[in-house]
Structures are given as structure tokens and as C-alpha cells.
């Protein structure tokens, strides 16, 4: 088919081709710079969504199009028989961002989901070593605790993990030994711990527990600072490791390099820590990073690993992505618009706004009613890209480089939404 086909053509195209997972795209998209990007008929849209938290630079950034074409034009890939200086650097900075201490290790997937499953296979293997787990006579398989409305992924292991029961249910059985437990309720978590070892009823210990700091896909939803202190307290004193999801809140988003770094989310360090997302601006790539030679120790050669883990024009464009957030103070940027954004978003007088939540520049507007999806595609007419995370929630995820202008012109937008939308 011809490039100059217009969008209606493509999608038809797109439906003969592609499996039905996503269902219909909304636009097809051509290209793009800074904040903007634009579809194949020339429409042009300020971009409040990054691809879902992705694109922490916009599009093309300069410093970013120049470090993935020098590293194409040296190497783009070696397998993992072989390093390769970017890698080695960006595995160097990220325990140094994370504030890890001496003996803590990267390992690098291709996105969220294997990060999280990284995680989770490490957790396992550490869950084997608990007093009272297999392989240990009369022992039982050690547990791991994950939240209600958390999402990990939608692989099997990290789906096994993920709440939503209308996706993990045509998957079933799933992973065994992964429980959920509500959300903020510290109660319910002690009481997940004290099923261990209770006789013959009695469970396997609890390897560990994972959460996101911020829900992402549940609506951006923010965990109670005493939950999360309670939360690594009780990890604490049952041995249990602590594994907090940055896919969606690392890298900058939330106002810090990682979520658990801020004060008002409890200052916790996790034993691991998962991330994906904005880590290359746009280059598939994610991983974990694992507190301490010990827990490090247990991923031993064989144990797991990936074709592309680590792929040096991959780790090129996450130098580069983190290079230049420091040097612009994106982190700082992404703080102040933030503020700036839920202010706004307040004032502008909407009364289809009942709330605004979040952090950074992750953040979800709360509707009077269900009408979500109209929403998005109302703004979307009018050149505005946001997403229906919940069907009474707008979700916010610019790139880190969005201006004062560029705020104000989102909710300029966002302003004129009509209230009386139909409900989805």
C-alpha cells in the first residue's frame, strides 16, 4: 500500500494484520518532536500520555537520536557472551541513582513485565532458602503476597501477581502460591503472615511481598505512607523481601529518581526494585536491581536470562535518557509542573473534576461520573492525548520535558470538557 494512504486506510490495513489485543487504534501516528506528535493526515497533538510514562525526552530528542545513531553505527547487539561498555556504565549508574548499597546488581530485561518477573524468579529462589520451605523435610513452598488492584505484567509469572481478575482469569491456573492481600490494610497483610507454619493447615513462609508505590493501572493510586513503613516493617521481622514496581514511577516521574526515594511515600528501601518504562525515552529496556550481594548472589550463571538483556544500543539510549534529566533538571521540572498541573486542573472550574491525585507528573483526574473513554476521545478530537485509566479517571503521563506552556495548554483542553458525556 502506499505512504499516502490516510488514517482510515491504515487502520484497515492494521485490522487485517494484527491480533485484536489492543483493540482498534485511536490514530495512526506518523512522527514527532518535543511534546508533539502528529498522525498520518497531518493532525498535530500535544501529548500529555508519553506512551504510557515512556517517552521521558518527547519525540527525538536530540541528545537521544544522536546516542542511539553513534551506537547503531558501532554495535547494536552482542549476546550476552559478551559486555559492552554502555552496558556495564548504565548497570554502574542505576545502582548509584537507587541509593543501593556496596554488592547490589542489575539485571536487564526488555520491559516491565520481565522485570517483574526477574524479580519474582529471584524472590523464589530466595523463599527456598526461608527455615520451613521446600526443599527442607516437611517443608512447604515459600510464598509471595502481592496487592488487590496491583498490576505487574501480563506475562505469567508477573500476571500471576497482577489482580485484575477479568485479565487473569482466561489464564488460570496461574503461577501457584502468589496471594493477594487489600491494599493499606496493614491488618490483612499481618494476618497473611501469621498463616506461616500453623500446623498441618499451617502455609510456607512468605519470600516476599511486591507493591507499586503509586497503583498505575488501577488509577493512579497512591499508597499510605504508614502502610508503606508497615509494610517493610513486617518484611523486616518475618525475613521477607520487599519488592517495589517502579515501572511506572521510576526514572524521574514522580519527583525523584525512584518513588521509594520520596519522604511522603514512607523513605523505604526495598530488597528489590523493578524498572522499565522511561529508563531508555522510548527503547524497550527494563530490569531489576537487587539490595546486596547476598540476594544478588542467588541469580547464578543459568539460572535466568534473555537474548537482549543489556543490548548496548538499548543501554546507549538509557545513558543518554539519564544524562539528560540530570543535566536539564527534569526531576526538579517534573515536581513543579506537577504542582503546577493539579492546581490547574482544580481552579479551571470543570464540574465534571471532582479530584485530582498522584505525584510528579503522574497523575489521575477524578470524574463526577463513568465517562472515561468519552472523555479521551473528546480531548483527542481537539489535540490532547491522555488515557481512560478507570472509567472515572483521566490519566496524566507527559514527558518529563513538559513546560509551563505546555501545562497550560493542557488543561486550557482540559477545561472544556463537557460534563454531560455519556458514561462508557
Known sequence: MSDEQNGGAWLQQYDDVHMHVFGTPLRVMDHGEGMRIWDVDGNEYLDFLAGIAVNALGYAHPAWVKAVADQAAQVAHVSNYFATKPQIELATK????????????????????????????????????????????????????????????????????????????????????????????????????????????????????????????????????????????????????????????????????????????????????????????????????????????????????????????????????????????????????GEQLRRQIMACGNPLFTGVRGRGLLNAIQLAHPCAHAAMEWVLEHGLIINAVAPDALRLAPPLIASEQDVDDAVAILSQIPSDLSDD
Not at 545502582?95 to 536487564?108: C, D, K, R, T
Not at 516493617?233 to 526514572?251: F, K, P, W, Y
Open 94 to 337: 542505576l545502582v548509584e541513582l537507587a541509593g543501593a548499597p556496596q554488592g547490589s546488581h542489575v539485571y536487564f530485561g526488555n520491559s516491565g513485565a520481565e522485570a517483574n518477573e526477574a524479580a519474582l524468579k529471584l524472590a523464589k529462589l530466595y523463599g527456598r532458602t526461608l527455615p520451613g520451605a521446600l526443599p527442607s523435610f516437611g517443608g512447604k513452598p515459600a510464598r509471595i503476597i502481592a496487592l488487590t488492584h496491583g498490576f505487574h505484567g501480563r506475562t505469567m509469572g508477573a500476571l500471576s501477581a497482577t489482580w485484575k481478575p477479568a485479565i487473569r482469569k482466561p489464564f488460570e491456573p496461574l503461577v501457584p502460591n502468589i496471594e493477594f492481600v487489600e491494599a493499606n490494610n496493614l491488618r490483612d497483610l499481618r494476618d497473611a503472615f501469621a498463616e506461616t507454619g500453623l500446623g498441618h493447615y499451617g502455609k510456607g513462609p512468605v519470600a516476599a511481598v511486591i507493591m507499586e508505590l503509586i497503583q498505575g493501572e488501577a488509577g493512579v493510586m497512591p499508597l499510605d505512607a504508614d502502610y508503606v513503613r508497615g509494610v517493610r516493617e513486617l518484611c523486616d521481622a518475618n525475613r521477607a523481601l520487599l519488592i517495589i514496581d517502579e515501572v511506572q514511577t521510576g526514572m524521574g516521574r514522580t519527583g525523584s529518581w525512584f518513588a521509594f526515594q520520596r519522604e511522603d511515600l514512607g523513605g523505604v528501601q526495598p530488597d528489590i526494585v523493578s524498572f522499565a518504562k522511561g529508563v531508555a525515552g522510548g527503547f524497550p529496556m527494563g530490569g531489576i536491581i537487587a539490595f546486596g550481594q547476598k540476594l544478588s548472589d542467588l541469580f547464578s550463571p543459568g539460572k535466568h536470562g534473555s537474548t537482549f538483556a543489556g543490548n548496548p544500543l538499548g543501554a546507549a539510549a538509557a545513558l543518554a535518557t539519564i544524562e539528560t534529566v540530570e543535566r536539564d533538571g527534569l526531576i526538579e521540572n517534573a515536581e513543579q509542573r
